[in-house]
């Protein structure tokens, strides 16, 4: 089924989410992660339809919702996330988070436990505080990082094209690709191309993501954490962090990158479902 597009007005921002609503009443929430936006998660959400009532945001800064020129710390957009579940009338949901989010998520967790029905983590980024000196290498990973290559400016939308073919979030190309990486390009006022997210939220989101730590004290929130075999979290280091905190922790080890639901839809929708469902059967 197609989703619905949706807006909310929150104090100092207008918020657009998309809304899978069928026989499903289970809520989830769905987040995407740096330069992405909701529509990424299509596939996932018309899997799961049948059982959930589904929601996806696209971000502050990212896809249809507003773009502010600040205000894109882990505390305001956590602050968005609990005016768009009062919104919805949620008091809980199992709640997924992607790269970035997937960072936000244990802070939100660590700070508002009874929200979560269970959290989902699918590849995050530096969940460790990093130390200041790195910010100096911010101008090179803006360079070189895939979910960023992709902002532009281009002169065309083929020039555009022709570059996210050879992004690793779009090998393969699927038909679902090609409609995530349409939906994220708009023509700006001055004729050329380039994504909707923007510059003010990918510079003041990575200070925030390097600046503050995302665990530090133990969850004991049902977690499953998927682990692409070539996403950023390979070493056992980088894991430690998530053995550490996460009482009650699921690790599954896929194949695909560090978009795994975009490059291995297949596998890495079926160890969501199998997760959920999981949980479904002991809330029964």
């Given amino acids: 089924m197609q989703p619905e597009r949706r807006q909310l007005t929150l104090p100092g921002i207008h918020l657009s989410y998309l809304e899978w609503k069928g026989k499903g009443n289970e809520p989830l929430l769905l987040l995407h992660g740096l330069g992405d936006h909701a529509l990424i998660w299509t596939p996932l ?3 799961l339809v049948d059982r959930f009532h589904i929601v996806a945001p696209d971000m502050r800064g990212h896809g249809e919702s507003d773009k502010p020129d600040s205000g894109y710390t882990f505390r305001q957009v956590i602050a968005d996330l609990e005016g768009l579940m009062d919104h919805l009338g949620w008091q809980d949901a199992h709640i997924l988070g992607h790269s970035w989010t997937g960072k936000l998520a244990p802070l939100w967790a660590r700070e508002h436990k009874a929200r979560f029905r269970s959290m989902l983590l699918v590849d995050p980024i530096f969940i460790v505080k990093m130390p200041a000196i790195m910010k100096l290498s911010f101008p090179i990973l803006f360079r070189v990082l895939d979910s960023l290559k992709g902002m532009g400016p281009f002169g065309s939308y083929a020039e555009a094209e022709t570059l996210a073919k050879g992004l690793r979030q779009y090998q393969g190309w699927s038909d679902h690709q090609q409609m995530v990486f349409r939906e ?12 909707k997210f923007v510059v003010p939220a990918r510079n003041q989101i990575f200070d925030d ?16 954490f998927v682990q692409p075999e070539k996403g950023v979290n390979r070493a056992d280091f980088q894991m430690k962090p998530y053995i550490t905190y996460l009482k009650n922790l699921d690790v599954r080890t896929i194949v695909g990158n560090h978009w795994p639901m975009l490059v291995e839809p297949e596998t890495f929708n079926r160890t969501v479902e199998e997760f959920l469902v999981k949980q479904l059967s002991q809330r029964a």
């Fill in 209 to 224: 993501v390097m600046r503050v730590a995302g665990l530090t004290e133990p969850i004991t929130v049902p977690t499953l």
């Fill in 45 to 47: 959400a018309e899997r």
């Fill in 184 to 195: 994220g390009l708009e023509q700006k006022p001055d004729g050329r191309w380039g994504s």
